[in-house]
C-alpha cells in the first residue's frame, strides 16, 4: 500500500528554524487530515499539530503554538511544518500519519498502516 515519508530534520541551534515535510508516495494527501507527532526516548507519543481535509481546520499543541505553522501543497502532495524559535525541548523524532476526519487526528487516533518512519530534530542550546 501507500506510504509517507518525512524529511527535512536535523541539528539547530536553539532560536533557529526548519520546515519538515511529509510526502505521500502512493497516497493523496489531500483526503486526509494529515499529523505530525514527536516520540523522544522514554516519553509517550506526542500529537504536535493536525490540518483538515478543509485547510482551515487546524490544531497546534499549546507548546509549539505561536512558533510551528501546518500548511499544504496539495500540487506536491505534501504537507509541511514550520518550525520557528526552536527549543532544546522540541528535539525529537517527527513523525507523519494520517487519518479520515480532522477530529481523529486531534485525538491522535490515525490509521495504523499511514506513519511515517520519523525524521530526528536536534535543537541544541
Known amino acids: 500500500q501507500g506510504r509517507l515519508v518525512e524529511s527535512g530534520g536535523g541539528l539547530v541551534h536553539a532560536g533557529g528554524s526548519l520546515r519538515l515535510s511529509c510526502a505521500g508516495s502512493?497516497?493523496?494527501?489531500?483526503?486526509?487530515?494529515i499529523g505530525w507527532f514527536r516520540q523522544a526516548p522514554g516519553k509517550e507519543r506526542e500529537g504536535v499539530s493536525c490540518i483538515g481535509t478543509n485547510e482551515e481546520n487546524t490544531y497546534y499543541t499549546d507548546s509549539v503554538k505561536g512558533r510551528f505553522t501546518i500548511s499544504r501543497d496539495r500540487a506536491k502532495n505534501l504537507v509541511y511544518l514550520q518550525m520557528n524559535n526552536l527549543k532544546p525541548e522540541d528535539t525529537s523524532v517527527y513523525l507523519c500519519a494520517a487519518v479520515e476526519l480532522f477530529n481523529l487526528c486531534v485525538r491522535g487516533e490515525m490509521r495504523d498502516d499511514y506513519w511515517g518512519q520519523g525524521t530526528q530534530i536536534t535543537v541544541s542550546s
Open positions: 502512493g497516497v493523496t494527501l489531500d483526503n486526509y487530515a
